[in-house]
């Protein structure tokens, strides 16, 4: 028994000096091996007295469970230094951050709204935000739609509880810049429109709008024309016409929708511009003398031209997107073709 105490005392001491892996397979050959302590004891039992058999046999139980349970415990604990020193080791890199290759891009919209931004800047107007949440009178009664004018109809517009409508055309906007610059005054202003349409591949209920306005002396139709020729061949970078049919919004007179010549056929007819050679992009018109007057400015003295691109149909056109609700999606498959590179 006296000797199994000093087994037990060996046994602790070399476990306490245990580094490696390799000091513990010694530790436990020298211990648990053929011609380890343990097995060494077991041995002396043949020639022990029955009592001390029993006692004896008992003992080097318990020592050799003691010793077991030591090994495995260091064993555990050498394995976790490992990792511990694994991950101390490896460079300083997190390696769930993307990589460059899933950088984001600006939206499409965002996009076009931009480059369409640069080019009237570089004509002298300047940006103008707009509310999304709008007074039923800037969308409606400031653009020359008195109440229960047909245009006003309900299916279309969103009314919020508190009698304001979510805007449903940049025109929405006309007023408040009128009245924060007075004339001369040369703006656009880009926005989310909302219309409460049935959903198709061409019709969202939120879509965007490029509104612009031009007020001066001696402001005509011929600036009109000029400004969105200059600018309808900068966006699709080609020389492209423009021509004007009648076309009635309340809030212009004379009212136009203005056509471009198709920028992919040069006008000789193909499957954007339904063969027709022209694409309808942009109604516009004179500003009403009503308008005018209702934004604080003299008809008299002042005239002014507006013009309310249809900002979602432009970046379809030019990306080749077949369903407006892409816009809106989050198909990133989609979006991602339309990358800066
Ligand atoms: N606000 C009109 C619309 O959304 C477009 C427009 C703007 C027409 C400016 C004329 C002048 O349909």
């Given at each position: 028994m006296k000797e199994l105490d000093e087994i037990k005392k060996l046994f602790e001491e070399s476990l306490g000096l245990v580094k490696t892996m390799e000091d513990l397979n010694n530790l436990r050959t020298n211990f648990?091996?053929?011609?380890?302590h343990l097995t060494t004891c077991m041995k002396l039992?043949?020639?022990?007295s029955p009592e001390d058999k029993k006692s004896f046999g008992v003992g080097v139980n318990v020592l050799k469970d003691e010793v077991n349970k030591g090994i495995a415990e260091k064993q555990v604990e050498l394995e976790n230094l490992a990792i511990e020193k694994e991950l101390a080791d490896m460079p300083k890199v997190d390696l769930t951050t993307p990589t460059g290759k899933e950088k984001g891009s600006l939206h499409p919209v965002t996009i076009i709204e931009q480059r369409l931004g640069n080019i009237f800047r570089s004509m002298g107007f300047t940006i103008e935000d707009g509310n999304e949440v709008e007074t039923e009178y800037n969308n409606f009664e400031a653009v020359n739609i008195p109440k229960f004018h047909p245009a006003r109809d309900m299916q279309d517009t969103f009314y919020l509880n508190n009698g304001q409508v979510l805007k449903t055309h940049t025109s929405a906007s006309q007023n408040r810049i009128m009245r924060k610059y007075g004339a001369p005054l040369k703006a656009i202003f880009p926005g989310r429109c909302f219309r409460n349409e049935e959903l198709d591949a061409s019709h969202e209920n939120t879509f965007f709008q490029m509104e612009g306005m031009m007020i001066d002396k001696n402001v005509s139709i011929s600036n009109l024309i000029y400004f969105m020729k200059t600018m309808l061949s900068e966006v699709f970078e080609r020389e492209v016409n423009v021509r004007l049919r009648p076309g009635f919004f309340p809030f212009v007179e004379p009212g136009f929708e203005l056509d471009c010549?198709?920028?992919?056929?040069g006008g000789k007819g193909c499957r954007v511009c339904k063969h027709s050679g022209w694409i309808e992009l942009c109604p516009c018109g004179m500003i009403h003398p009503n308008v005018l007057k209702m934004g604080g400015i003299d008809p008299e003295e002042y005239q002014g031209f507006a013009f309310g691109l249809g900002l979602s149909r432009l970046v379809m056109m030019t990306y080749g997107f077949?369903?407006?609700?892409h816009l809106n999606g989050k198909d990133l498959k989609i979006l991602e073709q339309t990358k800066l590179k």
């Open positions: 648990l091996g053929k011609s380890g039992i043949k020639d022990m010549s198709c920028p992919y056929c077949g369903d407006i609700r």
